[in-house]
């Protein structure tokens, strides 16, 4: 079965530093997403991507985030300047594009664990 | 206000009984659909069953079912037969279908841990 990959699964930074998480999503999904989760917590939307533009953001995804599809099958997530609040689960996941987008299930990655020093 | 109520944070289960997690949900919008997913302890997140608001019946795949009571707003699991490896956190997720965006995010509940004891 297709599924969503990301790399790396574990990422260990020092504040201040750029990071850049990578995902490929499912071969025939065109709708992309970011979700984090902080330790215990419940996951939070980070952004949406389709048709090589973001789509929806929520406030956490401030100036310091940014999306990119630099080629037809990754699928990134940078963070410019890391401070130690970035410290989460990043979850990738991506669906199909139908015309009820509402009943199609989120595929997603199992995560990158970035820790933030 | 919380789009997605769950109000327990725990739950036990006796292995080979029969489980329900409740959740709660908040919309004005009339496409909607309710998801379930399981992130084990090892942190990935595993779509399980979901509900869309016109269906008529309630949602099966194998050993979940999705008790589904619209003039309630909720949409609970039901795991039926318990196994030690269905030990995990509990998500119930929304999806609405109208918004400036229209992508449809995931809003997500609290969660619930649940503990299948041998």
């Known amino acids: 079965e297709p599924e969503v990959t990301q790399t790396p699964s574990h990422q260990v930074t020092q504040m201040g530093q750029e990071v850049i998480l990578r995902c490929v999503p499912i071969?025939?999904?065109?709708?992309f997403y970011w979700y984090r989760q902080i330790l215990g917590q419940k996951v939070e939307f980070l952004v949406s991507?389709?048709?090589?533009?973001?789509?929806?953001k929520s406030e956490i995804f401030d100036d310091q985030f940014s999306v990119e599809r630099p080629d037809g099958s990754n699928f990134t997530l940078k963070i410019r300047s890391t401070k130690l609040e970035d410290s989460a689960m990043y979850f990738c996941?991506?669906?199909?594009?139908?015309?009820?987008?509402?009943?199609?299930?989120?595929?997603f990655g199992d995560g990158t664990r970035l820790s933030i020093l | 206000a919380q789009k997605i109520t769950q109000t327990q944070p725990g739950m036990f289960v006796q292995e080979k009984e029969a489980v329900t997690l409740d959740c709660t949900y908040d919309?004005?919008?009339?496409?909607?659909?309710l998801f379930w997913y399981k992130q084990p302890s090892s942190g990935e997140m595993i779509f399980l069953i979901y509900q869309g608001s016109y269906d008529q019946q309630n949602a099966t795949e194998g050993r979940y079912s999705l008790n589904f009571q619209k003039a309630r707003k909720s949409a609970n699991l039901v795991i039926s037969a318990s196994q030690l490896g269905d030990s995990a956190m509990y998500f119930c997720a929304m999806r609405e279908g109208r918004g400036s965006s229209n992508t449809g995010k995931l809003i997500f509940g609290q969660g619930t841990t649940l503990q299948v004891k041998p």
């Open positions: 919309t004005s919008d009339p496409s909607y659909g």
């Open positions: 996941a991506s669906s199909e594009v139908l015309d009820r987008v509402w009943n199609q299930p989120q595929h």
């Open positions: 991507f389709y048709n090589n533009e973001i789509s929806e």
């Open positions: 071969s025939n999904h065109l709708y």
